[in-house]
């Protein structure tokens, strides 16, 4: 600015007061009273008047949403947002573990349960929650895969199997295993649809048979698929596995089956039960995301031999895993009738009765009973669907002989029965 032809057009003392007045700005003195006083005049000549009042001036605030003048993305990402390059991985000479935790892990205080001075919902959402915007399905520039997965998607490192130091149960349970507090029934502190479903509830792209990038195996099984080694009879926390991610070995969740479909935390893949087969199931192949707990139409039951678990409901017996059910007692015939009743619903017309089961039964007899036991069950089949017989005290007596020799039939001694 030049100043010569402006003061030579105003009075001496007023040009003097000004000069000033921009010399002492530029040597960072913040008051000076240049206006007239009271018997109009100018102030003292150094422009500062006693007990002047010094007015407040706001200081700069992290997390107010303005990226202001002294914040930059390394000392304030909440309001400026993710420095360039974080995210790629690599933990940089530019990068801290609270600038970019995303590739430097939290910082050594993450984690303790105190969100502290110098922590914020981007740098340590395991201490301060999550931020207000994460699951909004936009990443945002302060939101990283550290600090919300569910719209920014998982870390690079995030399903390699080892629990990395930039991550945890919270960022990647897929290879941290759930936390403690996923599964108590609250969407708390670091929580979310895409770490912890059971408690948050199914992401909102879930089910749209795309795996986006914020969903995985653990978070949504119905588009990416069921994880490693999901499937093996062992159902493992410690890899992330409940009965949402792992139906098949951990089992269905405990609301499933009360005959109310929670689109929340329900869906066609993860309990049939209440909310229906899902579309293309039952079609006799098991194909795509379909598994035995989604499907069993297509892909049958869930039940693995030798994971130590016999597993009865799942059609497990003593004659077919022996090495989870022990090994089988040969059984009289009329343990062998008893057992052949139960198989059979005699309250449908015509009576519904379970391969299956009958043939369970029979295979634990010797083979005499075994013989007279298939004799018995052809004659109280032409009974039943003859329509001679409606109940099992008709076909007792229909079938009398029959059962008489089955009841007189004695197995080898060294077989027992």
């Given amino acids: 600015m030049r100043l010569a032809p402006f003061l030579a057009r105003v009075p001496v003392r007023i040009a003097i ?7 002492l700005a530029s040597c960072g003195r913040s008051v000076l009273n240049v206006a007239p006083t009271a018997d109009g005049g100018l102030p003292p000549a150094d422009g500062f008047v006693p007990d002047a009042p010094v007015p407040d001036v706001p200081g700069v605030v992290c997390g107010n949403d303005v990226c202001e003048f002294g914040e930059n993305c390394a000392t304030c990402s909440l309001d400026c947002g993710m420095c360039g390059g974080c995210g790629d991985g690599l933990c ?16 050594v205080t993450c984690g303790d349960g105190t969100c502290s001075a110098d922590e914020s919902c981007t740098t340590c959402p395991d201490d301060c929650g999550l931020c207000m915007r994460c699951g909004d399905g936009t990443c945002g520039s302060d939101e990283s895969c ?8 998982r870390c690079i490192t995030c399903g390699n199997g080892v629990c990395e130091s930039t991550e945890s149960c919270s960022i990647c349970p897929e290879d941290c295993g759930v936390c403690v507090t996923c599964g108590d029934g609250r969407c708390a502190g670091s929580e979310s649809c895409s770490t912890c479903p059971r408690d948050c509830g199914l992401c909102m792209t879930c089910g749209d048979g795309r795996c986006a990038s914020t969903e995985t195996c653990a978070s949504c099984p119905s588009d990416c698929g069921r994880c490693d080694p999901c499937g093996n009879g062992y159902c493992e926390p410690a890899l992330g596995e409940d009965c949402l991610s792992c139906a098949p070995d951990c ?7 009360d005959g109310s479909c929670d689109m929340t935390r329900e869906s066609c893949f993860t309990c049939p039960a209440d909310c229906g087969i899902c579309p293309g199931c039952g079609d006799g192949r098991c194909r795509g995301s379909e598994d035995c707990a989604s499907c069993s139409r297509d892909c049958g039951v869930c039940s693995v031999c030798g994971n130590g678990r016999c597993e009865a ?20 015939c009329g343990e062998v009738l008893t057992c052949t009743i139960g198989c059979i619903d005699l309250g449908m017309r015509p009576p519904r ?6 043939g369970g039964c029979v295979a634990r007899a010797c083979p005499d009973v075994q013989f007279l036991i298939d004799r018995f069950l052809e004659c109280a089949i032409t009974a039943f669907v003859g329509g001679m017989c409606g109940d099992i005290s008709c076909v007792m007596s229909a079938c009398e002989s029959e059962v008489s020799a089955c009841l ?10």
């Fill in 408 to 417: 007189m039939a004695r197995c080898p001694p060294s077989t027992g029965g």
């Fill in 353 to 358: 009765f379970s391969v299956a089961c009958i």
């Fill in 92 to 107: 940089t000479s530019g990068e801290t573990c609270s600038s970019c935790p995303a590739d430097c892990g939290g910082c």
């Fill in 251 to 257: 089992g269905v969740c405990p609301r499933c089956g």
């Fill in 313 to 332: 409901a799942e059609y497990e017996t003593c004659t077919n895993c022996p090495a989870d059910c022990g090994t089988c007692r040969v059984i009289t």
């Fill in 17 to 23: 007061a000004a000069s000033m007045a921009i010399a």
């Fill in 146 to 153: 550290f600090s919300c997965p569910a719209d920014c998607g």
